[in-house]
Nanobody
Framework: QVQLVESGGGSVQPGGSLRLSCAAS????????????MDWFRQPAGKEREFVAA????????NYADSVKGRFTISRDNAKNTVYLQMNSLKPEDTAVYYC?????????????????WGKGTLVTVSP
């Protein structure tokens, strides 16, 4: 089992920055972290959950949705078993609940049904 806990959400003005964190734990993750891909999804109010970014824990490769390329950066701290999502140049349309997720293997998926584990989410609000 893998447990994921997000933090770092909040309110920010357009053009501002936030950094989200996702702490991963569990015996499976601790032993086989390199087998996982870590993902960030978001869900605006009244809309479907959408892919934001992903990171292959073993190799460090990254993948981004077109809507966030050049503004968001996903990274990891191996020692802390933590994944980060640095969000810069935030726009009102980035307002959503952001979810950390994980799936086994190294295939990039943008389909949330392919995820194996989910955090509970953290709210990001971008408004003047």
């Amino acid at each position: 089992q893998v447990q994921l806990v997000e933090s770092g959400g909040g309110s920010v003005q357009p053009g501002g920055s936030l950094r989200l964190s996702c702490a991963a734990s569990g015996r499976t993750f601790s032993s086989y972290a390199s087998d996982y891909t870590m993902d960030w999804f978001r869900q605006p109010a009244g809309k479907e959950r959408e892919f934001v970014a992903a990171l292959s824990w073993g190799g460090g490769d990254t993948n981004y949705a077109d809507s966030v390329k050049g503004r968001f950066t996903i990274s990891r701290d191996n020692a802390k078993n933590t994944v980060y999502l640095q969000m810069n140049s935030l726009k009102p349309e980035d307002t959503a609940v952001y979810y950390c997720a994980a799936h086994t293997g190294w295939t990039w998926y943008q389909d949330p049904t392919r995820m194996h584990y989910w955090g509970k989410g953290t709210l990001v609000t971008v408004s003047p």
